[in-house]
């Protein structure tokens, strides 16, 4: 009978204890949560939320491909818009192959928008790799803003439509630059803005006082009206600038630019390339005074074009306020398709022109892929 008992105890405990080990066994651990990627449309599109923050995050770019033309020869040419007279001789294929990355972060404060952007890309002019160069990085809260990226004479925060020179990519002569910057904006593209900058001089380390640059600007439906005005503190010389777009009523997409330039010498905020290439007066600089004038018509959906002309009247010898008494204009032809979304067929065609010179053409075809 001890035995029996015995025998039937151990078995009880057997069962027992496997019963318990089955029931562990069946235990699944609760999975830890994931946080999926979402959309952040406070910005724009492209925009998404870096997991676990309330930081916005947007990667966008392009690559283009193209070849240019130019048809200088000699001194006895004007200077091209294309390559600056820098390849005499040298017309024909002049590829170029761009690759463009650009990586924006955003997040609301109670001060404003705290941004971070940077900018890389390369250039491939030759049968050989091309090295990344960094193109543009700034910070921005609210409207204050330090970096490196475009002056504002070309471009500020709120600048909306009153940016750069014309229609084209190339955009004919505006004083195209980037510096270094310490800029406060306020208002909006929607109205009234204004910017104020200090900029890092061309004396590299040799001055502590900064060029200065000021920009008004009003946006509405109908447009925009613009004044800017540059200090440059190495040449002691300042430049000024006044510029309207006028939108086309019931053409959309069209608009016509009107912008007068003035230059107390050939100083960073004055315009005249590409004529500063030009010889036999050791080099010319920017125009006392220079007017652009520029018109683009969205013909379809997918195709526009625009014409436009800048005269330069009196041009300054190279980093001086000793004119020349010459004068000189440029002329081009811009031409747009984009058969899908984000493909881009581009051409620009340009006249360049200096009194006492023969007149020079020049021109590219590309191909932009845009992400």
């Given at each position: 009978m001890k035995i029996k008992n015995f025998l039937l105890g151990t078995a009880a405990a057997l069962v027992g204890s496997n019963a318990a080990y089955a029931a562990d066994a069946i235990v699944i651990a609760e999975p830890e949560p994931v946080e999926y990627v979402r959309v952040c449309d406070m910005y724009g599109a492209g925009f998404f939320y870096i997991p676990g923050t309330e930081t916005c995050l947007q990667f966008s770019g392009q690559v283009f491909f193209q070849v240019a033309t130019e048809g200088?020869?000699?001194?006895?040419d004007s200077?091209?818009?294309?390559?600056?007279?820098?390849?005499?001789g040298d017309g024909g294929w002049l590829p170029t192959t761009r690759a463009r990355l650009q990586v924006d972060a955003r997040s609301s404060t109670e001060w404003g928008t705290l941004r971070a952007m940077m900018r890389i890309q390369a250039d491939a002019t030759a049968n050989a790799d091309a090295g990344y160069v960094m193109d543009n990085a700034f910070v921005q809260l609210g409207g204050f803003r330090v970096g490196y990226t475009e002056t504002v004479w070309n471009d500020s925060i709120g600048a909306g439509v009153a940016s750069y020179g014309s229609h084209s990519w190339g955009s004919l002569s505006y004083g195209y630059r980037k510096t270094q910057q310490i800029s406060y904006?306020?208002?909006?593209?929607?109205?009234?803005?204004?910017?104020?900058?200090?900029?890092?001089?061309?004396?590299?380390?040799?001055?502590?006082?900064?060029?200065?640059?000021?920009?008004?600007?009003?946006?509405?439906?109908?447009?925009?009206?613009?004044?800017?005005?540059?200090?440059?503190?190495?040449?002691?010389?300042?430049?000024?600038?006044?510029?309207?777009?006028?939108?086309?009523?019931?053409?959309?997409?069209?608009s016509f630019r009107l912008i007068g330039y003035y230059s107390d010498s050939d100083n960073v905020f004055g315009v005249g390339s590409p004529f500063s290439a030009i010889s036999g007066v050791d080099g010319n600089g920017a125009a006392e005074w220079s007017i652009l004038a520029s018109y683009y018509h969205q013909i379809t959906e997918k195709f526009g074009a625009s014409v436009g002309f800048q005269f330069y009247s009196d041009l300054y010898a190279a980093q001086s306020s000793v004119s020349t008494d010459l004068d000189g204009y440029t002329a081009e032809l811009n031409l747009v398709y984009t058969p899908v979304e984000n493909l881009e067929i581009r051409s620009e065609i340009y006249y360049d022109k200096i009194d006492t010179l023969d007149g020079t053409a020049s021109g590219f075809l590309r191909l932009t892929r845009f992400f």
């Open positions: 200088y020869d000699d001194e006895g200077p091209d818009y294309q390559t600056y007279g820098n390849n005499p904006s306020f208002g909006s593209d929607q109205g009234f803005a204004a910017t104020i900058s200090l900029e890092n001089d061309d004396l590299e380390g040799d001055g502590y006082v900064p060029d200065v640059v000021g920009a008004v600007s009003y946006n509405q439906g109908w447009g925009a009206v613009w004044a800017k005005a540059g200090y440059d503190e190495s040449m002691d010389g300042f430049g000024a600038t006044l510029g309207l777009q006028y939108n086309i009523p019931s053409f959309e997409g069209s």
